[in-house]
């Protein structure tokens, strides 16, 4: 049994390659550490509800600080930790940047969802990675999305949190001129990526100040290309 899971995962991390999706191996073990603080801030919460899953996002307050690379393998990391299926949804419109090298870039989205234009089974596709699934954030540019019904989310997670153990939204820049903050209030918790050279501690507390507003906490900061 052992040895057919090996081979298994050896296979699908050479489709993922292929695709160009695959988890950074140079990097394991520090998203492994990662998944493993989130999964115990996870059920350490108050409100945690056990067989419940969890949102989480991921942000970043630069751009070029690595939110994508740091958001897809953190939902790699989490896969590999969990039994459950973990759902990596791309809410940094405009990008998608997983969707589109897997071949989904032009199919309906997290917009499109929201939207009610398209049915959630629509908008979710597989991965190369057993119990990895990806949702686009479809066909809305980043200004576009501002105007999108997010009050929507709360619905929409109370359904499929039975059926992910967690959803991973790649959120946009935390400013305002992206539906950052109109999202981050229906996660749970929030991981920041900061880039090694550019650390505003100012510009974090303001960030934390904000969270803190909508009741949203920072499970961790990431220090991405140190």
Not at 169 to 195: K, M, Q, R, W
Request: charged share 20%.
């Amino acid at each position: 049994m052992i040895e057919n899971n090996i081979d298994r995962s050896q296979r699908e991390l050479k489709q993922a390659r292929r695709k160009g999706v695959a988890p950074s191996s140079s990097l394991r073990r520090h998203f492994f550490a990662l998944a493993r603080q989130v999964r115990h801030w996870t059920e350490s919460r108050p409100a945690h509800e056990s067989g419940c899953g969890s949102a989480i996002g991921v942000t970043s307050l630069v751009s070029g600080a690595g939110n994508s690379t740091v958001s897809f393998n953190l939902a790699c990391a989490l896969t590999a930790l969990s039994r459950n299926r973990v759902l990596l949804i791309e809410s940094n419109f405009g990008k998608q940047s997983i969707a589109r090298r897997l071949g989904y870039g032009r199919a309906p989205g997290f917009g499109e969802m929201l939207l009610e234009v398209a049915e959630f089974e629509e908008a979710v596709f597989p991965t190369p990675l057993t119990n990895l699934s990806v949702m686009g954030s479809g066909r809305k540019s980043d200004q576009e999305a501002l105007e999108l019904p997010f009050d929507m989310l709360p619905g929409l997670m109370g359904e499929k949190l039975n059926e992910f153990g967690f959803l991973v939204f790649d959120l946009p820049l935390a400013n305002h001129l992206t539906a950052c903050h109109s999202i981050t209030p229906y996660l749970d918790g929030v991981v920041l990526t900061v880039e090694s050279n550019q650390i505003d501690q100012r510009q974090i507390d303001r960030f934390r100040q904000q969270l803190e507003g909508q009741g949203v906490e920072i499970i961790g900061v990431v220090l991405n290309k140190a």
